[in-house]
Each structure stands twice: as C-alpha cells, then as structure tokens.
C-alpha cells in the first residue's frame, strides 16, 4: 500500500497504453472497387454437337465424357437440349430436363 493508504499500481495508465502492440491494420485502405469482368457466355451447342462439346460444358460438377457404346447424333441432340434447359433454370435442384433425358 502506498503512503496514504490507497493500493499504488505498477504502471500509469500512459505506460499501459504505450505497452500495446502497435495496430496491424492501421493504414491498410481496403479496396471496396468492385471489379470490371465480362458476363459469362450463353450455352450454345451446334447444331450436331460432338462428344467433346459436352466434356467442355461447365454446367454440372463434373465433365460428360461418353463411355460404352458411340452416341448417336439424336442422343447428343437430345442431351444438348436437356443441358440447356437446365442451365437456364435458376434453381440447380431442378433436375427434370437431365432426369428426362433418356
């Protein structure tokens, strides 16, 4: 205790502050820019779509790539229909046009 009877600290409150570790952040600007990017490209099959136009297509998770037997050309007409059909659906749940295929 100090001399007049009140508990005396270690520090003042100055030299508490200056104990602080300086600010990381301070003069860092955060860039709140938002950036300039082109719109993505409509889906667009040809007319007779090949089997690498559907390994190309980024629409499902993962690439189509044809395994077992040749597709035929309404096959590949076919599935290009249901891909763009679901690609244009705004809800990804909406499976119809690909559950339809056959």
Same mark, same amino acid.
């Given at each position: 205790? %100090? %001399?007049?009877g009140?508990?005396s600290?270690t520090?003042s @409150?100055?030299?508490?502050?200056?104990?602080? *570790? *300086?600010?990381?952040?301070k003069g $860092?600007k955060?860039?709140?820019? !938002?950036?300039? !990017?082109a719109?993505?490209?409509?889906?667009?099959? +040809?007319?007779? @779509?090949?089997? +690498?136009?559907? !390994?190309?297509v980024?629409?499902? +998770?993962e *690439?189509l790539v044809?395994v077992?037997?040749k597709t035929?050309p %309404?096959?590949?007409q076919?599935l290009a229909?249901? $891909?763009?059909? /679901?690609?244009?659906?705004?809800?990804?749940?909406?499976?119809a046009p690909?559950t %339809? /295929? +056959?």
């Amino acid at each position: 205790m %100090g %001399g007049d009877g009140s508990a005396s600290s270690t520090a003042s @409150p100055a030299a508490k502050k200056s104990a602080l *570790p *300086p600010d990381p952040t301070k003069g $860092i600007k955060v860039n709140r820019t !938002v950036p300039k !990017v082109a719109p993505a490209k409509a889906l667009n099959f +040809s007319k007779e @779509p090949k089997d +690498s136009d559907f !390994v190309s297509v980024h629409v499902l +998770s993962e *690439p189509l790539v044809p395994v077992g037997e040749k597709t035929s050309p %309404g096959e590949k007409q076919a599935l290009a229909a249901a $891909i763009t059909a /679901f690609s244009k659906s705004a809800n990804p749940e909406a499976t119809a046009p690909l559950t %339809g /295929f +056959s």
